[in-house]
């Protein structure tokens, strides 16, 4: 399984992820590396077994429908780059 | 003073020997003139004193536990209010949590003083602490070598006496291995043990803390305050935590030890596996019986993990986006370029590895091939623990097939670094508990061996360690230029 440098640029921009064009072609080579590595999972027969998501098969927790955190909105927000009147703030989105 | 143990510094605190702002002064000291080894990104030195002296007070008041007054360290994955907790990451590094983990919670109510963050491997991604923003640390042992990752930071504090006792996490070996590099004990408990709330995640379904440090003895009292339900943590699991420390000299005689034969193929130099031999004849020296067993699946633990693993993390890091906190870049010009700019610098090159093959697995027309495929032979690895778990008491083997490898050496070959983890990292897909105690060393560096305990049975893991630290003086010694 080879990964070619497009492939690679796609899944970058799926993840929303910069990558220096310097650096796609060793991305790529690497990735394949990976995908190499696990490619041994393929000839297992896996047809009857259940997928295991996690080791202890919990279930989700349920509790009372009551407010359990208070409003920090203001502490929460002190660490955000840019903010006003308590609102997140982005490049516009709509034109 | 700074060779005795958490169990030993707990006593000259009671006796008034000394006092916590002597023992936090002459930890702090240390930290200072051991700065090349690149432990810590952040000394907390103001509150460091501050809780000494609140420890002192409840110590003179006689409200002192085992850990009140002792200078313990964090690894930086664990969030602290108020101060830089950077997961080893630029993305982080303007980053003061608003509040603490669990974890640290529970440590500052047990009067515990916090040393300073500890370095580590970027996102707990990586085998070396090479990955991480701050610069590698390194092996107080050979200091052309490296620590082990992720909690390389962690184990090399511990080793080189700068603090009595630290955290890390596993997610994939990422505490038994620096322990194994470094000399030291480390404990991966069983997953939900301990609360993973407010540690940053990497991959939710394998991550889990536990206590790093010199002894055995001294891992159970840090377990013992880490350990319990945690509301606040949907996987933590609402069973009762026994005395850890309560069983640590029971008798090991009729404990059986599976050795499985996969351990021990060419993989493991002939050294290391003399290491774990010799460790194991001690054990039949105590009463122990040894079996062979076999886990046939184990050899597909890193491929199954390098799907499960990045899976997680390009999930997990995903909220890393440049809008509500951490590295924003300049000038974005839209949306899209706020984002994948904020995150392509934010992140290092293990980072985007793993968010990328994680994205991949995960994406329309592969999510069958590799992550279904990978949790179907998950289970199958988990199949052959219980199998093997219900025929002895525990498991033994290598932490690591080499000792600690040079700076450098695997840093250019990722599959190489991956590698290096193929003992660790059946346990955490599993959920089990292991540990890592010293056992030897080869070229003159430490060598660990790991035990593996069936679910929820630290307590078991800690009393076959301790008896065999009872016997041996491995984790007695001290990397020179140390003492």
Redesign the interface.
Known sequence: MALTTEEVNKIAYLARLGIDEQDVDSYAKELSGILNLVEQMSSVNTEQVTPMAHPMDQVQRLRVDEVTEGDQRALFQAQAPDVEAGLYLVPKVID | MHNQTIAELAKGLQAREFSSQELTTAHLARIKQHSALNCFITVTEVEALAQAKIADQLISDGKAGPLTGIPLAHKDIFCTQGIKTSCGSKMLDN??A?YNATVIERFNQAGAVTLGKLNMDEFAMGSSNETSFFGPVKNPWDHSAVPGGSSGGSACAVAARLAVGATGTDTGGSIRQPAAFCGITGLKPT??RVSRYGMIAFAS?LDQGGPMTRTVEDAALMLQTMAGFD?RD??S?DKPVPDYSKGLNDSLAGLKIGLPKEFFGDNLNTQMAQVVEDAVAEYTRLGAEVVEVSMP?IN?S???Y??IAPAEC?ANL?RF?????GH?CEA??????????S???G?G?EV??R???G??AL?TGYYD??Y?????????I?DDFKKVLSEVDVVMGPVTPTPAFGLGEKSGD??EM?LSDMYTIAVN????PALSIPAGFVDQKPVGLQIIGNYFEEARLLNVAHRYQQETDWHQQAPAGIE
Not at chain 2, 332 to 341: K, Q, W
Not at chain 2, 429 to 432: C, N, R, T
């Open positions: 980053f003061q608003p997953y939900g379904s509301s949907s996987t699991v699946n597909l890193i491929p199954a390098y799907i390009s995903s986006d440049g809008v509500r906190y924003r974005p010009e839209d949306l899209n370029d706020l984002y994948i700019r995150r392509g610098e992140f090159s985007k590895r968010i990328l093959i994205t991949y994406s091939a590799y279904l495929q990978a949790q179907k032979i998950r289970r199958l988990s990722p599959i991956y897909l599993a959920g089990l």
